[in-house]
C-alpha cells in the first residue's frame, strides 16, 4: 500500500462508458481501504470546477474516468499538487492507460489503484498546454473536429474508424517544418503525432517516445499521397516493420512546428490549437498510479 488515505473520483458520465459504469466502479472503490468522493459529471464544462472542489478537500489520491480527451484536460489541473493521479478508462482508443499498462476493464483498472505502485512521468506540452499522450496534425484532427459524438458512444472504435474513413476522402497531405535547434527541416507528409507515449488512436505507432524519457518526440509520416496514410496504419495495426520505412522522427526537449498551409491540432482528441506551436516536455511533472511491472512493446 502506498499511504493512500483519501482519494476522489471524477468520472466524466458524457463518454461512451460513463453513465454505464459509474456505479459498477463505486461498487468496487468501495472494497478500498479508504473514502472515495465521488462524481458523475454529465456536463463535461463542470468537470474542471469539480476537480478544483475536489483538490480543494487535499486527497492523496484523483481518479479521472473517462477518455483521453478528459485526462488531458484535466491534468493540467494536477501539476505542483501533492497528489497521485489514477485513471479510470472509460473511452474510445485510451491510448493513456495502454501507455501505463493499466488494464481497460472496471476490475482491472482498479485492482492497479489498490496494489499498484505511484510512478513519476513526464507530460507533452502544445504552447503553455499540458497533454497526457497524443498531440496530432492531419486526419486526426479532421475527424476529431467533425465526428458525431453519439457515433462514438454507440459504436466506439468501430465506428470511429468508419468515420475516419469517410473524412479520408477529403483529406489532403502538407508541408511539416520542424525546428529542433539546428536548423528548420522541410517536408511533405500525410500526418504529424507529436507523442509523450507511443500510443495513437488506440494503437501503437511512436516506438521512441516514452512517458519517463525526458523528451518530446515529433513522428512524421511522409509522402505526397494520402495512400500512404493507409499503408502506416495498415502496418502499425498488425505490429509490421513496414510502418517505420516512411516515417522521420525528431526527439527533443522543445521543437517548433509550423505547416502549410496552418492547421488545427488535435490534443489526445480534441482540437485545441493550431500551427505554428511550440511542443516541449515538462518532466517528471506527475506522480500516477501505475502496476508493478511496466509494459512491454506489442509483439
Known sequence: MTGIKSAALIVNAKSRKGQKLFKRACRRLDELPFPVDAHAVENPEHLERTVRRALAKKPDLVILGGGDGTISGLVDLLVGKDVILGVLPLGTANSFARTLGIPLDIDGAIDVLANGRPRRIDLGMIDDDYFANCAAMGISPQIAETVPHRLKRYFGRVGYLGWAAYQF?????????????????????VEVRISNGPYHGGTWLVDEAKVDSGQIVVQAVTGRYKRGLVKNWAASFVGHESRHHDTISFTGKSLKI?????LPISIDGEILARTPVTAHIAAGAIDVMAPLEQPRPPA
Open 258 to 262: 509550423s505547416t502549410e498551409p496552418p
Open 169 to 189: 476522402t477529403h483529406f489532403k497531405p502538407f508541408t511539416l517544418i520542424v525546428d529542433d535547434g539546428s536548423g528548420e527541416k522541410r517536408m511533405r507528409v
